[in-house]
C-alpha cells in the first residue's frame, strides 16, 4: 500500500524508510534506521526527484503510482548516483519507458557504468544554471561536486524557493510520521543524529560544502528538501548554521571530548579523573570508550566540541588498536582547529602519547597542550597532580561563569557615591578580538589579583561590545594609558559603541600582540595579554578574572589617574554651562544636555546610570556685577568698584581689574 505526504500543493514524498537496516554504508549502525527521500513534482510536466535504495523498492514504486494517478512520468532528475538513491533507476525506467532522465554528464558516466539500459535515447544533460520549466515550477541545476561523490548537483525551483539538496542537510534516523523538522524536537532530539551524518558522510569535504553553501547563500530558499531525513520549511537558519560550521570545523560548543581505550581500566581511571577534575573547574566533558563506541560517534563528538584529550594505553609497542583507528578516522575526515591533549599509558614503555601526536599533527590547525600525562599501569598520587595540571591547562581557555547573589537594596540610602571617587583608579583601553572583528572600549577598573600564577581582574559593563567579545573568546589586552593621552583617545573609545563604529579602522597606533589581538601603543606605558579562567555576574558588569599570558613595558610615562583625568584631560565643554539646563554624572562629573534623561542612559565615561545623575538648572542671572583682578586673579562682587579699592591680595588698584559683567 502507498504511503505519501504532502510537502506542498503539487509536490509529495514519494521515499520510503528501512528501520531493519543494520549498517549504513556498511559502516554507520542507524538503532533508528533511514529513510531514503524521494520527491513527485506534479506540474504540468511530472517531475521525480531521486529513486531510492533497493530496501524500500516496493513502496516507492506504488507511492509513484498512487501520485502519478494515471498520468505518465515525464522527467527523473538524478542528483547522485550513490545506490541509496539510485538503485531503483532501472526498474524505473522499465516501469515508465517514456521518461527523460535530467543529469549532469558525470551522473550519465556513472548512471552507464551501473545501469545498462539505453541511457542515450533519453536523457537531458544539464549544466551550471540550465533551467527545466515544468510549469508552475522553474528547475536550475547547481553543481555541487564532493557533497558527497564528485558527479553530484542539487536543484533549486527559482519559482517556490525549494532547495533539493541531495545528501547535504540530510540525517540518519527514519521518518516516523513526521516529514518536516517543525514537526519535531529536532535540536533536541536529532541534531546529534544531524551530526553524525554529516561528519561521517560527508565531514571530508567541508570545502566543497563551503562552497554550496556561498551558492545556495545567494538564493532565496524556503524550503530544504534533503534526500535522508527531515524536510525543512521553518527555521531553516538553525540548520544552515550547523552546517557552516560542520563545514569550516569550527567547534559548536566549548567543552572537552576525552575518548580513551584502556584494557585493564587504568587509562580509563586517569581519564575519570581528569573528567572529575574539569566538570569542577566548569569545564563541559562528553567522554567515550572507545572499545564500546564506534568511531562515528567520537567523530560526530568531536566536530562539536573545542577540545580533544585522546588516552590510551600503549600495544604492541603502538597505539591501542581501536584507538589508533579512531585517529586515523578522525585524520581522514578533515578534523581541524581544535585544542588537542594526550594521555599515554605503558607498564614498560608508554610510547602511545607520541604515537597519538604524530597522527593528529597530519591535522590543520591543530593545537596540542603542552602537558602530555603519561602513566606507568596505574595512577600514582603524582600523577595525579599532573592529571590536576592537565586540567587547570585545559581550563584556562574557559570561561567559568560565577554568580553572585544581588545585592541588599536597602544598603543603598547610606551610599555617597562622591566617596567612590576618593578610591583610585587608573585608566585603561580594553581590546578583544572575534575572528576579523576587532574592538575596544575604555575601563577604568584593572589591576593585579595574584602574583603567581599572574592574574589580573578587570570590571567590564555588559553593554560594552568589548564585553560580549570576551565573554565569547576569553581573551583580551589591556593597555594602560599615560597622563600624555589626549581626550581624542576616551571619545574614540569611550563615546562609540563599536557596534556602530568600526574602531580600528583609520587607527593607526596600534600593534597585534601574540594572541592576535590589538594594544594601544601610543600615550601607553604597558599592555598586558590574558585569558579569562573565570566570569563573575555583577549585575550591570562582568568581573574577569585573567591568568596573563604576555605583559609588556611601552614607555617611562606616568600612568594617568581618575583624578589626574578630571584635573587636566576632561573637557570643559562637559562642565555643565551655567545657561544650560541639564543631568550632571555625580560620579565622573559629566554633563548632559537636556530636560530629559533617558531610563536607558549609560554615562559615556564611567558607565554609570540614571541614578547617579542629578538636575542642574541655570544660574540664576546674577544681579549685581563682578570684576576680576588680572594681576592675581582675585574676584570682586558688587553695584560698583570703587575708584580706591586695592586687590587684598596683590594690592592693585581698580585700573588692574576687568569688568565680567
Ligand atoms: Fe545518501 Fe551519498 O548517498
Redesign the pocket.
Given at each position: 500500500m502507498y504511503c505519501t505526504r504532502k510537502v506542498t500543493k503539487d509536490i509529495a514524498w514519494v521515499g520510503g524508510n528501512d528501520r531493519r537496516l543494520s549498517v549504513f554504508e556498511g559502516v554507520y549502525k542507524c538503532p533508528a534506521g533511514v529513510s531514503?527521500n524521494s520527491y513527485l513534482i506534479n506540474d504540468e510536466k511530472t517531475v521525480l526527484m531521486d529513486t531510492v535504495d533497493k530496501a524500500v523498492s516496493t513502496v516507492f514504486f506504488e507511492n509513484i503510482e498512487h501520485e502519478l494517478a494515471g498520468r505518465s512520468l515525464d522527467y527523473v532528475v538524478v542528483q547522485?548516483m550513490?545506490p541509496?538513491?539510485s538503485a531503483t533507476l532501472a526498474e524505473l525506467v522499465l516501469r515508465h519507458p517514456e521518461t527523460t532522465i535530467v543529469c549532469n554528464q558525470k551522473l550519465a558516466a556513472m548512471i552507464k557504468q551501473y545501469f545498462d539500459f539505453d541511457l542515450d535515447s533519453r536523457c537531458m544533460l544539464v549544466k551550471e544554471g540550465d533551467m527545466l520549466e515544468t510549469g508552475r515550477h522553474k528547475l536550475t541545476f547547481v553543481m555541487a561536486p564532493m557533497v558527497?561523490?564528485p558527479e553530484?548537483m542539487v536543484t533549486f525551483d527559482l519559482n517556490e524557493g525549494l532547495l533539493f539538496s541531495?545528501?547535504a542537510f540530510?540525517t540518519f534516523g527514519a521518518l516516523d510520521g513526521a516529514l518536516f523538522a517543525d514537526e519535531v524536537d529536532f535540536m533536541n532530539g536529532y541534531i546529534d543524529e544531524a551530526r553524525r551524518y554529516y561528519t561521517n558522510?560527508v565531514g571530508k569535504y567541508g570545502t566543497q560544502v563551503q562552497a554550496l553553501l556561498k551558492k545556495a547563500s545567494a538564493l532565496k530558499i524556503n524550503m530544504i528538501l534533503p534526500?535522508?531525513g527531515f524536510v525543512w520549511r521553518a527555521n531553516i537558519g538553525e540548520i544552515v548554521d550547523k552546517y557552516v560550521h560542520w563545514a569550516t570545523y569550527e567547534p559548536e560548543e566549548k567543552a572537552v571530548v576525552i575518548a580513551y581505550a584502556s584494557v585493564y581500566g587504568n587509562t580509563a581511571n586517569a581519564a575519570d579523573i581528569l573528567a572529575c577534575r574539569l566538570n569542577e573547574k566548569g569545564v563541559k566533558t562528553y567522554m567515550y570508550d572507545v572499545s564500546m563506541t564506534s568511531a562515528d560517534h567520537v567523530i560526530s563528538a568531536a566536530f562539536k566540541a573545542s577540545h580533544l584529550v585522546f588516552a590510551s594505553t600503549t600495544y604492541n609497542a603502538g597505539i591501542f588498536v581501536k584507538m589508533e583507528d579512531l585517529l586515523h578516522d578522525l585524520a581522514a575526515h578533515n578534523i581541524q582547529n581544535r585544542k588537542v591533549a594526550f594521555i599515554e599509558n605503558g607498564s614498560w614503555a608508554a610510547t602511545s602519547g607520541k604515537l597519538m601526536h604524530g597522527i593528529m599533527e597530519n591535522c590543520k590547525n591543530i593545537t596540542f597542550l603542552e602537558k602530555t600525562v603519561s602513566l606507568k599501569s596505574s595512577v600514582k598520587p603524582e600523577k595525579n597532580a599532573d592529571i590536576e595540571a592537565l586540567a587547570d591547562e585545559i581550563a584556562l581557555d574557559f570561561v567559568k561563569p560565577v554568580r553572585f547573589s544581588a545585592s541588599n537594596p536597602n544598603v543603598e540610602a547610606k551610599i555617597d557615591p562622591v566617596a567612590f571617587n576618593k578610591l583610585s583608579y587608573g585608566l585603561f583601553v580594553l581590546t578583544a578580538r572575534d575572528g576579523d572583528s576587532l574592538n575596544g572600549c575604555i575601563i577604568n577598573t584593572a589591576q593585579m589579583l595574584t602574583d603567581s600564577p599572574k592574574r589580573i581582574t578587570i570590571a567590564v559593563n555588559k553593554a560594552n561590545l568589548t564585553h560580549d567579545m570576551i565573554m565569547k573568546t576569553g581573551e583580551f589586552n589591556v593597555s594602560a594609558l599615560t597622563e600624555s593621552v589626549p581626550m581624542a583617545i576616551f571619545e574614540h573609545f569611550g563615546f562609540q559603541s563599536g557596534r556602530n563604529a568600526h574602531k580600528f579602522l583609520g587607527f593607526e597606533d596600534f600593534e597585534i600582540a601574540s594572541n592576535g589581538i590589538p594594544y594601544i601603543t601610543a600615550h601607553t606605558n604597558a599592555f598586558f595579554s590574558a585569558k579569562v579562567v573565570a566570569a563573575a555576574d555583577n549585575g550591570t558588569h562582568t568581573l574577569f578574572t585573567a591568568e596573563v599570558t604576555e605583559a609588556e613595558v611601552l614607555s617611562g610615562e606616568e600612568s594617568v589617574t581618575y583624578a589626574y583625568y578630571f584635573a587636566h584631560i576632561k573637557p570643559k565643554k562637559n562642565k555643565p554651562a551655567e545657561e544650560k539646563r541639564g543631568w550632571v554624572c555625580k560620579t565622573c562629573g559629566y554633563f548632559h544636555e537636556g530636560d530629559e534623561l533617558p531610563a536607558d542612559f549609560v554615562c559615556p565615561i564611567c558607565k554609570h546610570g540614571p541614578e547617579d545623575f542629578e538636575r542642574v538648572e541655570p544660574a540664576p542671572k546674577p544681579t549685581g556685577h563682578k570684576w576680576v583682578c588680572e594681576i592675581c586673579g582675585f574676584e570682586y562682587e558688587g553695584e560698583t568698584l570703587p575708584a580706591d579699592f586695592a586687590c587684598p591680595l596683590c594690592k592693585h588698584g581698580p585700573e588692574d581689574f576687568k569688568q565680567l559683567y
Open positions: 531514503y547522485h550513490e541509496d538513491h558527497h561523490w553530484v541531495a545528501d540530510g558522510i534526500l535522508h
